[in-house]
């Protein structure tokens, strides 16, 4: 199992920017971030593919931004624009289970403990 640690999440203005990492202990390929709202299930909002290409969840395209240092075994998420509506835990995942479409939760067998992202209006 692969093991994720999450970082730099913290609380911003309404059209304020934050860049989460997700460092990564073992094999990774294609990993996928997610978020959970309060009372809301875990979204997928971001994917980026072993071979570079990347999906987007509509509710967040042109705002965010996913990469992967794949020397530093290290996901990102650059995200500008930020809106109160963008308030949630956000998650890194890894290891895909197949079959299972990458922005279900249940597609992913290892998770990092998350980081809390706060846009405030």
């Known amino acids: 199992q692969v093991h994720l640690v999450e970082s730099g999440g913290g609380s911003v203005q309404a059209g304020g920017s934050l860049t989460l990492s997700c460092a990564a202990s073992?094999?990774?390929?294609?990993m996928p971030w997610f978020r959970q709202a309060p009372g809301k299930e875990r979204e997928g909002i971001a994917l980026?593919?072993?071979?570079?290409?990347?999906i987007y969840a509509d509710s967040v395209k042109g705002r965010f931004s996913i990469s992967k240092d794949n020397a530093k075994n290290t996901l990102y998420l650059q995200m500008n624009s930020l809106k109160p509506e963008d308030t949630a835990m956000y998650y890194c995942?890894?290891?895909?289970?197949?079959?299972?479409?990458?922005?279900?939760?249940?597609?992913?067998?290892?998770w990092g403990q998350g980081t809390q992202v706060t846009v405030s209006s």
């Open positions: 995942a890894a290891d895909p289970i197949h079959g299972v479409a990458w922005w279900v939760s249940r597609g992913w067998r290892s």
């Open positions: 980026i593919v072993s071979d570079g290409r990347t």
């Open positions: 073992g094999y990774t390929a294609s």
